[in-house]
């Protein structure tokens, strides 16, 4: 177990400092940031985080991915921050994933990070390896001293951005119509399927686009992720699962409307979105799912719905959101309780091994990352993990730039209403990439 040294610091301003900080993170190759955006939620365990530097990693295709995790956390026993993308869903259940990849992530990557600072209110703490706890008050000083200007960084080869989609309007309502009919079958009730927005031949700033991206969707998951070549801009509202002690918290969301600049406009369409029928039947069949996945490491009679249907509102959008919880054993490896929900329902559909077949023959575009998840263990073995959802994914060597979107397809869902969904979706993405 590799052990570290904790200082806190008081600060004035952990606004400030919380900009100074992601400035100062750009230097790291591998370096993964997480930020609340002070969003109001129960579960919340700080208001900002920075992992850096990478000691030791674990990085693997999905054959056995979950194994070599388990192995991988068991024997570190510290922070690991990283990602499990959707794609480790062959590792679960006997699936494949075929279509086609521009981004090439690796399938699953965890990071040991030599530094670790958490903002937590006016308090900062810095857990830094012990081998190199000589450079933290340093860094502390240089974080400080650090500009938050921003740089330009317009490369000669940054042109305007063309975005293009991998599935084009008539040809979505055509692979809507076959969901729907898998669902008047009877073979599944429910699926997420998505599509792929991308420019190739791109050069884009990682770090102003998603600072703007931030600025715009403020949500409680953001997340700014960079390895190498390649990077992730998150601005994702939902949580896929949390362990704290024995208690695991999953908050799947379903339902989305947008928002009205009129106050009385917009509690309107927040108020219909709650009692929605169709939005509603969407959001209670993910949570059925996520009970029978819970209850799979969780102690009997212990998964209960906390929440039910609540509508949240973000910057861009409402959401449905419902929250479950389970206790499970002390005994319980963490890793088995990420294994036995992969992937996470909200993405999938139910029931959720028919659902993932038939998202996989009708969708263009290999997911990777999106729709996976991004989060962190503990060195207790407590974790959190979000939902990649919201978010634009770039590889800087490919030049290569992509973000996907999905709506959940239920026997109510007409073709032109799920289209509209997905534009809505999309706007903070296409947004911020068109007007950076």
């Keep these: 177990m590799s052990k570290r040294t904790q200082r806190n610091f008081e600060i004035e301003n952990p606004e400030e400092f919380k900009q100074k900080l992601f400035a100062w993170s750009k230097q790291f190759e591998t370096a993964l940031w997480l930020d609340s955006n ?19 990693s674990i990085k693997t295709d999905y054959h056995g991915a979950f194994d070599k995790l388990k192995e991988y956390q068991s024997y570190t026993k510290d922070y690991l921050f990283g990602y499990i993308s959707y794609d480790v869903k062959n590792d679960v259940e006997k699936l494949s994933s075929n ?60 042109d305007d951005i063309k975005i293009k989609l991998r599935i084009h309007k008539d040809e979505y309502h055509q692979k809507v119509t076959k969901v729907l009919e898998h ?12 599509q792929e927005f991308y420019a190739e031949n791109t050069t884009i700033n990682p770090h102003e686009i998603y600072q703007h991206l931030n600025e715009i969707s403020e949500p409680p998951f953001a997340t700014f992720f960079r390895h190498d070549n390649l990077y992730l801009l998150s601005a994702t509202p939902e949580r896929y699962i949390k362990k704290e002690g024995t208690k695991i918290i999953s908050q799947p969301i379903k339902g989305t409307a947008k928002r009205f600049i009129d106050k009385i406009e917009d509690d309107k369409i927040a108020f219909d979105l709650a009692r929605d029928e169709k939005e509603r039947s969407e959001n209670i069949m993910i949570v059925d799912l996520v009970r029978n996945d819970l209850s799979r490491t969780a102690k009997k009679g212990s998964v209960q719905v906390e929440e039910l249907c609540k509508v949240y509102s973000f910057k861009q959008v409402h959401q449905m959101i419902s929250t479950i ?14 294994k036995d929900t992969f992937p996470m329902g909200s993405m999938t559909g139910a029931p959720k091994i028919s659902a993932m077949k038939i998202i996989e023959e009708l969708e263009e575009t290999k997911r990777g990352l999106y729709s996976g998840t991004v989060g962190y263990f503990t060195p207790n073995g407590d974790f959190d993990f979000n939902v990649v959802i919201r978010s634009i994914l770039y590889n800087t060597e490919e030049k290569y730039v992509s973000y996907s979107v999905g709506g959940a397809i239920t026997a109510k869902s007409t073709p032109e209403k799920e289209y509209e969904e997905c534009l809505l979706k999309a706007k903070a993405m296409k947004y911020v990439l068109l007007n950076n």
């Design 38 to 56: 002070n969003y109001d939620q129960e579960y919340a365990s700080f208001d900002c985080c920075l992992a850096a530097d990478e000691f030791t």
């Design 99 to 158: 279509n086609f990849d521009g981004l090439h992530f690796p399938d699953l990557y965890f990071f040991q990070p030599q530094k670790v600072i958490f903002i937590k209110g006016n308090t900062i703490e810095f857990h830094y390896l012990q081998m190199i706890d000589d450079e933290l008050e340093e860094d502390f000083e240089e974080i400080h001293g650090t500009s938050t200007k921003a740089f330009i960084d317009k490369s000669s080869d940054e």
């Design 183 to 194: 669902i008047h079958r009877g073979d599944i009730y429910e699926a997420n399927f998505c």
């Design 325 to 338: 919880t389970s206790e499970v054993e002390s005994t319980t490896h963490p890793v088995d309780i990420i």
